[in-house]
T-cell receptor, first 114, second 118 residues
Framework: SQQGEEDPQALSIQEGENATMNCSYK?????LQWYRQNSGRGLVHLIL?????REKHSGRLRVTLDTSKKSSSLLITASRAADTASYFC??????????????FGEGTQLTVNP | GAGVSQSPRYKVAKRGQDVALRCDPI?????LFWYQQALGQGPEFLTY????????KSGLPSDRFFAERPEGSVSTLKIQRTQQEDSAVYLC????????????????FGPGTRLTVT
């Protein structure tokens, strides 16, 4: 079953604008990860934030994590047409017998218009 | 510098047929995962291997699903007597063991096998 929800389900913006996607989850986690998926390249890991971190940056990506609210956000700045894809958050609940088994949200479909 | 590869990329099966989906993980990765992704949904966990040991198969939807990794490298997901509800993309991912010092958590995904059951 899905861990939680992402919103919005779909987002359409113009190139150069910022895009913000939100993710909520239900259980305690070890870390939270964001992945991108498009038809050409499959699922690609973007960024990981550990449960004791509140914010992390990687290039044009900024991720925040609020464990008290069980929520995370992904901000993509200065978007490009190539950012068009589905974005998924995924939580690692730290089950020792399950390696780093991930529980994914339902995803946000981002469209960046040139 | 190969990533995770999966074959076939596309598979069409008639209802009731058996299928076998193959995953070649990144060399040296001890952890291997299978996920099922229905259209418009996020991937859902099926099963996990650490080397050749299947440590978690709680996500397998029925006893028609079977996975193996006999030599701790290549893995095969087998679906017997396929049903229409089995139609999905099956994703394989590999990663370093979480138990390794400075353990890595990032999973590297293959391109998936799109299974269509008619």
């Amino acid at each position: 079953s899905q861990q939680g929800e992402e919103d919005p389900q779909a987002l359409s913006i113009q190139e150069g604008e910022n895009a913000t996607m939100n993710c909520s989850y239900k259980t305690s986690i070890n870390n939270l990860q964001w992945y991108r998926q498009n038809s050409g390249r499959g699922l690609v890991h973007l960024i990981l934030i550990r449960s004791n971190e509140r914010e992390k940056h990687s290039g044009r990506l900024r991720v925040t994590l609020d464990t008290s609210k069980k929520s995370s956000s992904l901000l993509i700045t200065a978007s490009r047409a190539a950012d068009t894809a589905s974005y998924f958050c995924a939580t690692d609940e730290g089950w020792e017998t399950s390696g780093s088994r991930l529980t994914f949200g339902e995803g946000t479909q981002l469209t960046v218009n040139p | 510098g190969a990533g995770v590869s999966q074959s076939p990329r596309y598979k069409v099966a008639k209802r009731g047929q058996d299928v076998a989906l193959r995953c070649d993980p990144i060399s040296g990765h001890v952890s291997l995962f299978w996920y099922q992704q229905a259209l418009g949904q996020g991937p859902e966990f099926l099963t996990y291997f650490q080397n050749e040991a299947q440590l978690d198969k709680s996500g397998l939807p029925s006893d028609r699903f079977f996975a193996e990794r006999p030599e701790g490298s290549v893995s095969t997901l087998k679906i017997q007597r396929t049903q229409q509800e089995d139609s999905a993309v099956y994703l394989c991912a590999s990663s370093f063991s979480r138990a390794a010092p400075g353990g890595r958590y990032e999973q590297y995904f293959g391109p998936g096998t799109r299974l269509t059951v008619t």
